[in-house]
């Protein structure tokens, strides 16, 4: 009976009833767009990650560790026999890190130098434009951001200096014969990417590696001497730690969301009830009971919350399918890795059921809470002052 | 007590004003019986409306008892008031108080719907009391698009749509012109006659004083007189 009489209150309202639930949908939508944003970032860096650095794992120089360059002096060897194994079956490519300084244009530049096997396919670099330069001392390839900061371009030449295995300084001239275009930042800033045999030719570190990236689907192998094993898990802690410590961002991005959808309703909750004192008034007169019409104001606004969820579908659904599909230009570059994490010019968000689920309940609850609210204040209200349109909300 | 719909003893009834309190029903004793059509008439402030909100169970007197319909209001629960009024009485107001976004009949047909009617019972009934109030080509209007007069012939529909044994009606003529009171009070008589609901106005319009079998005059919260008047002959 309630939701009859609630159906057709809502439908009665017309414009008011549309605007009411527009406003809420805007909301919803905004939502989901927004939490979809952020896991789209996430799932973006993630996958950028993996598609152009990871691969399905790497097995590490026990002295190797990306964040100390101090330890890239030691942390080469031969590479151990099962993994030049992969190597050599193209299921893994080898990678030899030192330090480095360049000088282009006269100016001094400390730089990461690393040696990759210019026909591996594992990772998604182009690393086959480092092929067929002999007539380059060294063929050098660097990423966009790279060539912007050191203002190179292709064919131009720089002096490059290192630090060979048995600790003498050596420089020779680089030309760039690449510049490519990545969305992972950490190939690109203070790299510099040298055909592999080159670098081990250049560092005195004949078939020597720092690490050995290999394809995915690959399991551990047995004989790799002390090479420590470093999975996708492991290689993408980092990130993961990153998104762990913008959880709370997202959770307030979220809050706030919710509670401008929350506020609308209530809004529209006070001002339908103070509007409709004489209303609640006759409902009463007419043997309504208190409880009956408070049940009824919190089936209109859960109603008005339902409808809202139609809406966001049919008016907004078309939007988030097209940003799902297109991605929403973010007009900013973050390509220089000024965010710390890998973001995509172009924005994809990624609507999981998870997200699509748990928004539905959350903002249900919210919705009947808020309905409710200023609803409960009607078993409160006296019917002679309703019946004269005499309410405080 | 057999045929009594109301029975009020010693009523009193004071509001809070400020911090002191302003007394709007003093010493009231009545007795109404089944099938009464009675006006509760007096100047503005005189109590009509408190006396009629509390035999409706709308207010609740501050000292004295109000039995309706046999029931004790004191010894009723907000709840078992509601069903009372849900199912005994039915309520017209000065300003119509229909539902604004519903149409004729479905304002007539409302408290059909709180009383759990059926839906071929409720359609046979609210087309029975739109023709009775004389509105059928107006089912699908919403009261927006109603005439003062049509608004309150909608009101008396939805008052007696579920046959209740009383109907209250507070000022039910207050905005309306000659023509249209005298219209609305006619239908009311009929209705009376018909079925023998009993009838209470609070009204201060002389055009309706015709109307009235008894008359309870009020004045600053007091019965000041009480005539019953013979309209066997004139009709009425």
Request: charged share 20%.
């Amino acid at each position: 009976m309630l939701f009859k009489i609630a159906i057709k209150n809502l439908l009665g309202a017309k414009l008011r009833t549309w605007l009411n639930v527009f406003v809420t949908a805007l909301s919803f939508f905004m939502i989901i767009l927004f939490s979809a944003m952020y896991d789209g970032m996430r799932e973006h860096a993630k996958q950028v990650t993996i598609d152009t650095e990871i691969g399905g794992g790497a097995y590490w120089h026990p002295e190797y560790d990306p964040m100390d360059p101090m330890t890239f002096e030691d942390a080469h060897s031969i590479i151990p026999r099962d993994l030049k194994l992969l190597v050599d079956q193209n299921k893994a490519f080898p990678v030899l890190v030192s330090q480095a300084s360049i000088y282009p244009n006269g100016r001094i530049m400390p730089v990461i130098m690393k040696g990759i096997t210019p026909e591996q396919n594992i990772v998604n670099m182009p690393t086959q434009m480092l092929v067929g330069h002999e007539e380059v001392t060294i063929p050098v390839l660097i990423g966009r951001g790279m060539a912007k900061d050191a203002n190179l371009d292709v064919g131009d030449a720089f002096t490059i200096r290192w630090l060979d295995a048995d600790r003498t300084y050596d420089a020779d001239e680089g030309i760039v014969v690449h510049i490519m275009d990545t969305e992972n930042f950490k190939l690109d800033m203070g790299h510099i990417w040298v055909p592999l045999k080159k670098a081990q030719m250049m560092l005195a570190m004949e078939k020597e590696a720092t690490y050995v990236t290999y394809a995915e689907g690959l399991s551990v192998v047995k004989n790799k001497h002390d090479w420590i094993p470093r999975d996708v898990k492991y290689l993408i802690r980092d990130m993961e730690a990153l998104i762990e410590a913008d959880e709370p961002n997202a959770a307030i991005m979220y809050i706030i969301l919710l509670c401008f959808a929350a506020m609308g309703i209530f809004n529209a909750q006070v001002l339908s009830i103070f509007r409709r004192g004489r209303e609640i008034g006759t409902l009463m007169a007419l043997g309504m009971t208190r409880t009956r019409v408070v049940g009824l104001f919190t089936l209109e606004g859960g109603l008005n919350a339902f409808l809202a969820a139609i809406m966001t579908v049919i008016l907004f659904g078309p939007l988030l399918w097209y940003f799902g599909n297109n991605g929403i230009w973010l007009g900013v570059d973050y390509s220089d890795g000024a965010m710390g994490i890998i973001v995509e010019k172009y924005l994809i968000p990624v609507y999981s059921v998870g997200l699509v689920v748990t928004t539905t309940i959350i903002v249900s609850i919210i919705v009947l809470i808020v309905s409710y609210l200023p609803s409960r204040r009607i078993a409160r209200m006296k019917p002679t002052d309703a019946l004269r349109g005499k309410v405080t909300v | 007590m057999e045929n009594s719909v109301v029975s009020i003893t010693n009523l009193l009834k004071r509001f809070p004003v400020g911090g002191d309190f302003f007394t709007a029903l003093k010493q009231i004793n009545l007795k109404l019986q089944k099938g009464e059509f009675t006006g509760l008439v007096g100047p503005s402030g005189s109590g009509k409306t408190t006396l009629l909100n509390i035999i409706g169970g709308l207010d609740s007197p501050s000292e004295g008892t109000v039995t309706v319909l046999k029931k004790s209001l004191a010894d009723t629960s907000h709840n078992e008031r509601a069903e009372l009024r849900r199912k005994n009485m039915g309520f017209i107001f000065q300003s119509y108080n229909l539902l604004p976004v519903y149409t004729v009949f479905e304002n007539v047909e409302l408290p059909l719907i709180l009383n759990k009617v059926d839906p071929q019972e409720r359609d046979k009934k609210v087309t029975q009391a739109i023709e009775w109030v004389g509105l059928s080509d107006k089912t699908k209007s919403r009261p927006a698009m109603l005439s003062g007069g049509e608004c309150q012939r909608t009101a008396i529909a939805r008052a007696i749509v579920h046959e209740p044994t009383l109907v209250l009606a507070d000022e039910p003529t207050a905005n309306l012109d000659a023509e249209n009171s005298h219209h609305i009070m006619n239908i009311m008589v009929k209705l009376n006659k018909e079925l023998s609901t009993s009838f209470i106005f609070a009204t201060h319009d002389e055009k309706i004083m015709d109307y009235l079998r008894r008359i309870i005059h009020l004045d600053d919260g007091q019965i000041i007189n009480d005539e019953l008047i013979d309209r066997s002959k004139s009709g009425g």
